[in-house]
Nanobody, 126 residues
Framework: QVQLVESGGGLVQPGASLRLSCVAS????????IGWFRQAPGSEREAVSC?????????YYADSVKGRFTISRDNAKNTVYLQMNSLKPEDTAVYYC??????????????????WGQGTLVNVSS
């Protein structure tokens, strides 16, 4: 069964950094656009960032995270990362990675398949 598994969340103070990882199982991330989404308590899920497949270019960042978050991929490790710096309390949410059609966000894949991870909790609090 194909799956995505996130890790790297935790409790941190404002201003700290975290790096989230999204590892694929039973399929190669090379051919897929990958997105990071988040859902805060009582709020709808929102798109945070995405990265195109290896042969395509294109990344996307929500305005709220531009300049603070960086998405990247390591194909050798079949992993996509979300480096989060200068974290704010409003970044508190469950973060999910997913592969799906992300063209509306400006990220292109070679193959389209919809798979979501189980989520990892990021809690930014003093």
């Amino acid at each position: 069964q194909v799956q995505l598994v996130e890790s790297g969340g935790g409790l941190v103070q404002p201003g700290a950094s975290l790096r989230l990882s999204c590892v694929a199982s039973r399929f190669s991330l090379d051919f897929f656009a990958i997105g990071w989404f988040r859902q805060a308590p009582g709020s709808e899920r929102e798109a945070v960032s995405c990265i195109s497949s290896s042969v395509n270019s294109g990344t996307y960042y929500a305005d709220s995270v531009k300049g603070r978050f960086t998405i990247s991929r390591d194909n050798a490790k079949n992993t996509v990362y979300l480096q989060m710096n200068s974290l704010k309390p409003e970044d508190t949410a469950v973060y999910y990675c997913a592969t799906k059609n992300l063209q509306e966000m400006g990220c292109r894949g070679d193959i389209y398949l919809e798979v979501w991870g189980q989520g990892t909790l990021v809690n930014v609090s003093s």
